[in-house]
C-alpha cells in the first residue's frame, strides 16, 4: 500500500498541534514541579516546627524538675 501524500499545509497544522500540545504539556509540568516546591516547603516548615515544639518542651521538663 503506496504512502499517503500529505501537503506542505497539512504537515504545518499538524506541527502546529503537536508544538500547542507539547506547550500545554510543558505548563502542566511546570505546575506539578511549583506544586512539589510547596509541598516541600511546608513538610520542612512543619518539621522545623515539630523541632521547636520538642525543644521548648524539653525545657520544660528540665525547669520543672530543678
Wanted: charged share 35%.
Amino acid at each position: 500500500m503506496p504512502a499517503e501524500r500529505r501537503s506542505d499545509e497539512q504537515i504545518r497544522s499538524e506541527i502546529a498541534t503537536e508544538r500547542e500540545a507539547l506547550a500545554d504539556s510543558l505548563d502542566d509540568l511546570r505546575a506539578s514541579i511549583a506544586e512539589k516546591k510547596k509541598l516541600a516547603a511546608v513538610s520542612a516548615a512543619a518539621i522545623g516546627a515539630g523541632v521547636a515544639a520538642a525543644a521548648v518542651v524539653s525545657i520544660v521538663r528540665r525547669r520543672g524538675r530543678g
